[in-house]
């Protein structure tokens, strides 16, 4: 049991992601809930939080907890920083479970805060290895998502054009930001390719590593500005250029257009979300009255199945399991396949007023059962101590073997 615990507190994954795939489907089971007259209060901004800091706040703390220390050489998490992380994500669940927006955005960004704050500290205390220079966006992503939350849990109404800006730096910026800083150094491993974004450990960055660092910082103020021209002048204006950054920037660092080294289901799963977070700015640009149902494409099919793509490699990696990564995955097409449906399905009903509430009954339903199949088909080797004792996680560079 110590030992177990032990593996929990150095590789905090593997107690975040299980926990974070079942707030998701808690979340979406508000719906039928309340359309079943057993849910009290409406759920609309209850829903959306936990699907973000919930969902995606369990797998961005499950991922940064295990993999930053590893990137920078530095000691993993002690038990008091376990127990801050996890403590505050369950105040936030228990707060947006019972409607207390504000307390639940209050949580999160408090818990955002202490995961910069173990991020930064092992940073500056890095002496021998040289982190992905993408980190500064997984920085933003974390701030921006904090500030964001923290001026909404104040209660009082900020100002229209404030809470536009806070809506979408926490509900679009927070998790986008990272995966645009961290993708291309942890994504390339999904088509058996080095990655330009990794570097040998060295005294000081080389010139190649400040390039992709400020590369990295044009592509995150172009989102930047993409909010601003949504909040400010035109959405639509503001979508179509996020659409186009987030295309250009992820073609240029994965084989999105190209033939990869190795076809590989999870490689697969991140092709189609980067065409879902393609997807759902687009078509928010093109029927602004049903912005929020085309966003599903963007959450659901986007940012959920990147989630769960990048969940399942870093499981099955350290589990040792290896053998299934470099082939079919049968489970991980079922549940791309069941998310990208869950996310049509839920786009749907706001073209079809008539049937939307069974529409929406059909989404929550069926991301469920995707996630009932993920965690099913995981739950073995979340426990498993693979090869695990790795001083960090290495991503080859462009051209080794």
């Keep these: 049991m ?45 829903h959306t939080r936990i699907m973000i800091g919930c969902f995606m706040g369990a797998f961005v703390a499950g991922f940064l907890g295990t993999a930053f220390p590893r990137m920078t050489g530095s000691r993993p998490w002690s038990w008091g920083e376990f127990g801050v992380v996890l403590g505050l994500w369950c105040l936030m669940l228990a707060s947006h479970s019972m409607n207390h927006v504000q307390a639940g955005d209050a949580a999160f960004a408090a818990m955002l805060l202490a995961l910069a704050a173990t991020m930064g500290i092992r940073w500056i205390s890095a002496k021998r290895d040289t982190p992905p220079p993408g980190l500064v966006l997984v920085f933003a992503g974390l701030l921006g998502g904090a500030l964001a939350a923290g001026l909404l849990s104040i209660g009082k109404s900020p100002g229209l054009v404030q809470w536009q800006w806070a809506r979408l730096l926490l509900f679009q910026g927070f998790l986008l930001l990272p995966l645009m800083g961290i993708g291309p150094y942890l994504l390339p491993r999904f088509f058996g390719m080095g990655s ?15 390039r992709k660092m400020w590369a990295s910082v044009t592509a995150g103020l172009l989102i930047l500005v993409s909010f601003a021209l949504e909040v400010h002048f035109r959405p639509m204006a503001g979508q179509s250029l996020r659409a186009a950054v987030i295309l250009t920037w992820f073609s240029l660092e994965l084989p999105v257009f190209r033939r990869a080294k190795l076809s590989t289901t999870h490689g697969n799963a991140a092709r189609w979300a980067i065409a879902g977070l393609v997807a759902g700015c687009l078509c928010a640009a093109i029927w602004p009255s049903a912005r929020v149902g085309s966003l599903h494409l963007f959450f659901a099919s986007g940012l959920g199945l990147a989630t769960l793509a990048v969940g399942t ?31 049509t399905t839920r786009m749907s009903a706001d073209f079809l007023p008539a049937i939307r509430v069974s529409h929406h009954h059909y989404a929550a339903w069926t991301w469920t059962l995707a996630g009932l199949i993920w965690l099913a088909a995981l739950a073995p080797s979340l426990m498993r101590n693979g090869e695990t004792a790795k001083p960090r996680i290495h991503c080859p560079r462009a051209g080794e073997a």
């Design 2 to 46: 110590k030992r177990m615990a032990g593996m929990v507190r150095e590789e905090p994954y593997r107690l975040f992601f299980p926990l974070g795939m079942l707030a998701s489907m808690w979340g979406v089971m508000m719906w039928p809930l309340l359309y079943g007259g057993w849910l009290p209060f409406y759920p609309g901004e209850a």
């Design 196 to 210: 330009s974004h990794s570097f040998d450990d060295e005294p000081s960055p080389p010139a190649a590593w400040w």
């Design 313 to 343: 490699r870093v499981i099955l990696g350290h589990a040792g399991r290896h053998d299934l990564l470099g082939g079919r995955i049968l489970w991980l097409r079922w549940v791309t396949g069941l998310l990208i449906l869950a996310a």
